[in-house]
């Protein structure tokens, strides 16, 4: 009996999740599975058999508890001394985008093919995207 190994050649398949009212941890996660391809009964871990997702609506997430006020982003560039903070209210006015690339970047392994994974994420803001071409199918999120 053999086993079955994705192709990195294979045809990628493109999703649209409207983050709208959904929970940003839970979104991540099923985000980050289908990045990974983990969705596919041929998933292999070394192979970046994932497909594509598009995230409109990102600036209206939300999150559980007293998160939205208490949670903070440490950024560092690198010298001494600059080290800065925001709160979760700042960092979703200035980059609602980022909040949910990080959190998807969280739960994906920490390697190049990862980096690679993280790519095919792509998120907006607002209800419209660019990528009406690949014929995207909805994805519910529960």
């Keep these: 009996m053999s086993t079955t190994l994705a ?11 409207d983050a709208e009212g ?9 985000i980050a599975n289908i990045l990974r391809g983990r ?18 609506n990102a600036d ?11 949670k903070e982003y440490m950024f560092f560039t690198g010298y001494r001394g600059n080290e800065y903070r925001l709160t979760l209210d700042e960092y ?19 390697n190049k093919l990862a980096r ?5 994420l792509k998120i907006y803001a607002g209800a419209e995207h660019q990528h009406e071409a690949q014929n995207p199918t ?3 999120i529960k």
């Design 92 to 110: 979703q006015r200035k980059h609602p985008d980022m909040i949910i690339q990080h959190a998807v970047n969280g739960m994906l392994p920490k």
């Design 22 to 30: 959904q929970i940003l941890g839970r979104m991540a996660v099923q």
């Design 138 to 140: 909805i994805l519910e």
């Design 7 to 17: 192709k990195q050649d294979e045809k990628k398949n493109w999703y649209v999740v």
């Design 116 to 120: 690679q994974m993280l790519k095919k």
């Design 39 to 56: 969705h596919k009964p041929t998933y292999t871990p070394h192979v970046d058999a994932g497909d594509y997702v598009i995230v409109i």
């Design 60 to 70: 209206k997430v939300r999150l559980t508890g007293k998160k939205q006020e208490k």
